[in-house]
């Protein structure tokens, strides 16, 4: 099984900050990666599919990078709103294994 | 307005069996792939479980396999998950997710109901 490790798990940041969150693959994946954000109590929100497309209505602050096995999601100007949890998702293999998470809180 | 509804979280006892249910509007149903992530409280996502369109193929993550049963019944716009034996570590909201392939063939979870919580109590 492909594992997805995220780091940080936790993060501290301010209105307009810029901020970045890697992902790593146990196993190469192309860029078979997507980015999810989950806010409390609702359902995860797609971001980011195939590593770096950014999904229909998301805000252009949000980014990705990366191919292989490492990624990244960049935020370029924190807004209140963003402020919630994030995951990433391999969609490579048959099980469709997720990170453990990054909580971004307001410092 | 494409939606997916769960239904069918409850409290049941260890060693005890449960059906979770959830409904598709707004979109041809038989034509996607669909899938089921859960969430322990206060924990990440954990993806359980897919199939296909016509509901031939069924995959599972290791730590439900035996116990748990995807199924579909496309003429009803309806993804099933059918949990048996269940113990206390399967507490959790339980997603149901459209899986879609985007450009450049890439396949991501487009859309997600908004959870059933199950939880395994005595």
């Known amino acids: 099984d492909i594992q997805m490790t995220q780091s940080p798990s936790s993060l501290s940041a301010s209105v307009g900050d810029r901020v970045t969150i890697t992902c790593r693959a146990s196993?190469?994946?192309?860029?078979?990666l997507n980015w999810y954000q989950q806010k409390p109590g609702k359902a995860p929100k797609l971001l980011i599919y195939?590593?770096?497309r950014l999904q229909s209505g998301v805000p252009s602050r949000f980014s990705g990078s990366g191919s292989g096995t490492d990624f990244t999601l960049t935020i370029s100007s924190l807004q209140p709103e963003d402020f919630a949890s994030y995951y990433c998702?391999?969609?490579?293999?048959?099980?469709?294994?997720f990170g453990q998470g990054t909580k971004l809180e307001i410092k | 307005e494409v939606q997916l509804v769960e239904s069918g979280g409850g409290l049941v006892q260890p060693g005890g069996s449960l059906r979770v249910s959830c409904a598709a509007s707004?979109?041809?149903?038989?034509?996607?792939?669909m899938h089921w992530v859960r969430q322990a409280p206060g924990k990440g996502l954990v993806w359980v479980s897919r199939?296909?369109?016509?509901?031939?193929?069924?995959t599972y993550a290791d730590s439900v396999k035996g116990r748990i049963t995807i199924s579909r019944d496309n003429a009803k716009n309806t993804l099933y998950l059918q949990m048996n034996s269940l113990r206390a570590e399967d507490t959790a909201v339980y997603y149901c997710?459209?899986?879609?392939?985007?450009?450049?063939?890439?396949?991501?979870?487009?859309?997600w109901g908004q959870g059933t919580m199950v939880t395994v109590s005595s």
């Open positions: 997710a459209r899986a879609r392939v985007l450009s450049f063939g890439k396949n991501a979870f487009d859309t």
């Open positions: 707004g979109f041809t149903f038989g034509n996607y792939w």
């Open positions: 199939i296909d369109s016509d509901g031939s193929t069924t």
């Open positions: 196993q190469t994946i192309s860029t078979h």
């Open positions: 195939g590593a770096s």
């Open positions: 998702q391999q969609s490579y293999g048959t099980l469709y294994t």
